[in-house]
Each structure stands twice: as C-alpha cells, then as structure tokens.
C-alpha cells in the first residue's frame, strides 16, 4: 500500500491547505477558543456556535459556512447540481483530514449533511430534492434524527412510534429518545410504524417534520459530566403533510438503512485522537503539571500505535468507497475500534497526571489540558454504545466478516 499522495492528490491537498489559510475566521483561529471547545463534548461545534453564541462566534460560524458553500465543500459528496462539490471519495478523504487538522468546525447539523442529505438524493422526489437541501446546506434546515426509542435502541426495528394517516396528514404518536441536538434543530427526520401487523422490520415510514409542530415536546437529558447533548422527544398526535415521506410508505427502514457511496470517511476520529495524545505529550514534556511519565511511558507508546492502526483502517475505508466498493463489516470494525481507543486514550491521559488528572473543572490552573481527558473519560461511556452498540458490530464482524454461524 502506498500511503503517499499521488501528485493530483497533492495539489488538492495544497488547494485545501491554502484556503483554509485564507477563509478560516479568526474565531477558529484564536487558540483561547480551541481549548475552550476542547471541553465541550461536540468540540468546536458549528451549530452550537451559529445558534447559541455570542456575536462573533455567530458571524464567525456564517462566514465559515458562505466560504465553504461558495466551493461546494460544505457538503463535498454531493452533486454539483444540488450545491454539493462533486468531489471523489479520496478528495473527500483529503479535505476532512485537512479541516480537521486546522480544528475548522464541520458545517451544518450533524443529521443534515450526512444523514437526510444524502439519504434525499437516493430516495427523495425531485421537489423534496429542490426544497430542502438547499436550505440544509445554508443551514435554514437543522436537522435531529428520531430513531431510537425506550424499547428500541440496538434492536432499532422494535420501534413502536405510530404513524396513521388521515386525508393529507399523518399523525404521530410516541416517543424517542437519545434524540442529540434536537434542543438546537429545528427539523427531524424519524422512523415511525405505519403498519403494526407487518414483520418489525417491514410496516415502517421514514417521516421528516418541523420540530416547532404542535405536539413536539422535547425535555433535555443531562449526562453525567453535565452536558445536555441528547434528548427524548415526545409526540403527541403530531400532524404533518403526507407528502413529508421519504420513498414508500412501510418501507422506511430501508430508506433509514440506505448506504451511500459518497459518505465521508471517519478519518477525523483519528486525526482527533493523534492530537489529544499530542497534547498529553505536550503537557508532559513541558512540565506544567506533575505527570507519572516513567510509569506511562509504555502505555503511550500503546496509544500511539493504535492510533496509527485507527488510521489505516479509515484509508481502507476510504479507498474501498474509491473503487466503488460499499464499506460492510469493514465499517464495523471502524466504528468498534475507534470508540474503544478513545475510550482507552481518555483512561491514559487521566492516569499521566495521577490525582491531577482527576480535577473536573476546565478553569482550574492545574487541571492538565483544560480537564481534556477526565471530561473525555467521563464522555466517552456512551461512545461504545451509540451509533450501534459494538456488541451489534462484533456480531456484523463475526458474520459477515468472518463467515461464522449465527449463535
């Protein structure tokens, strides 16, 4: 395998390194405002900032944006014809990897660009098409997505969240949870059971609806580090225009499922994880902060390779999608990996600095790293469960991957 660019790869590259030298505000700039996103579970988020923050990071996460959209960079995978950037996969690999090396903030919500975008462009009709991913590239649409509910997480077909038509609407009763962003969104995309007599994984719609609906309720669930990221989300005869389904009616779940071949890689995961542990060997090296580095010394070096293996494992991503292959258990692995590394790269940076890594305060001189990797223990619990459970993943590994029976 040749990990050097070939020389179009380069150029794009430089292309990407010089505009970000030349259109990333000075917000994103400012290492003050870094290290202050470095506390935040979502990092230096761009809807937090467009919509909760004060002056400048609101102009800031704008001008961002308008600079991105005016490349077609904001969302790179898409269609030209649709605003996108029509970029290759590897193009697309290069350009996340450079943007999250600079720390410039993704753009849009998390369910809009790679979610409900990409999904609208498979299965969406042309006037779903021209409505709303426009406004979901601006940023007019910010989306959350209502999957998983009380009794359906890993096991997402058990949803019970009712649909039922009447004339030209469809009314929604039910409840989701762990519903992230839907504080800031406002729009959703949602699962619900139009049938309730099919197989669970059939009689299922894809719906999306105005958050702001009558009915909507939304209440905030705190994690125990303090932050409110996700919510449970209650409907209560919610009525929206029939024609907000996306592709057939009781066969949403294969619209939900859809893999798309223009995805973007995973590679930021990685590119975070090298630089958390850079700024452990930072603080280290510099001495700010007593630090057990004999004790840890190996145990860096373990983190160190992991992430070096993490890494190879998003090329390969990467390259599969280049060659048109669709990405199956290889994803798993990804996902699996990458989740439990960085669980074990917070557990790291807490036993370096010993008792001083335990102090939970961002604003604590003495907290190593702005409390970086405490907060990161503390918020990395769920990261082996969200997105699919990694017992879920071990399980499309075994079966798919290794061909072995189903227990």
């Known amino acids: 395998m040749d990990w050097n660019d070939t020389p179009e790869q380069a150029a794009f590259r430089t292309e990407v390194r010089q505009f970000i030298a030349a259109e990333l505000p000075a917000y994103y700039r400012s290492m003050e405002k870094r290290r202050a996103a470095a506390t935040r579970p979502e990092g230096n988020d761009w ?3 467009l919509l909760l923050g004060d002056d400048e990071a609101r102009a800031a996460a704008a001008d961002w944006n308008n600079a991105l959209l005016a490349r077609g960079w904001a969302q790179p995978g898409w269609p030209k014809e649709y605003g996108g950037g029509g970029l290759s996969t590897m193009e697309q690999f290069i350009l996340k990897q450079e943007l999250t090396r600079a720390e410039a903030p993704e753009v849009g919500s998390t369910g809009g660009g790679g979610q409900i975008g990409p999904t609208l462009l498979v299965h969406g009709t042309e006037e779903q098409k021209r409505h709303y991913l426009p406004g979901t590239l601006s940023g007019e649409y910010l989306w959350a997505q ?3 509910e009380p009794g359906a997480g890993s096991d997402l077909a058990s949803l019970q969240t009712r649909a039922v038509r009447d004339g030209d609407e469809w009314v929604i009763n039910g409840q989701k949870m762990w519903t992230s962003n839907a504080h800031k969104a406002n729009w959703v995309f949602l699962l619900v ?6 197989p669970k994984h059939r009689g299922i719609s894809f719906l999306m609806a105005d958050i702001k609906s009558p009915g909507i309720t939304i209440r905030p669930i705190v994690s125990m580090g303090g932050w409110h990221v996700t919510n449970e989300v209650f409907y209560e005869n919610v009525r929206i225009p029939a024609d907000q389904m996306v592709g057939e009616e009781n066969r949403g779940w294969y619209v939900g499922m859809t893999l798309l071949d223009y995805e973007r890689s995973a590679i930021s995961g990685a590119m975070q994880q090298q ?9 280290v090296r510099g001495g700010r902060t ?3 580095r004999e004790l840890v010394r190996a145990e860096i070096a373990d ?6 293996v993490n890494t190879n494992l998003n090329i390969r991503i990467a390259t599969m999608q280049a060659r048109g292959m669709v990405p199956n258990y290889e994803a798993s692995m990804v996902k699996a990996y990458s989740s439990e590394l960085s669980q074990r790269l917070a ?3 807490v036993k370096t600095f010993g008792l001083y890594g335990l102090l939970f305060d961002a604003e604590e001189p003495l907290a190593p790293v702005r409390a970086k990797h405490v907060l990161a223990y503390v918020g990395s619990v769920v990261g082996t469960i969200a997105g699919g459970s990694n017992e879920i993943q071990r399980n499309i590994i075994a079966t798919r991957g290794l061909g072995l029976p189903r227990g």
């Open 146 to 148: 209502g999957y998983s």
């Open 303 to 308: 983190r160190h390779i992991e992430i070096e």
């Open 275 to 283: 630089k958390s542990l850079g700024e452990i060997l930072d603080e």
């Open 347 to 349: 557990r790291t940076g």
């Open 47 to 49: 809807m937090t900032d």
């Open 290 to 292: 007593p630090s057990r």
């Open 193 to 198: 059971r139009t049938d309730p007599q099919a």
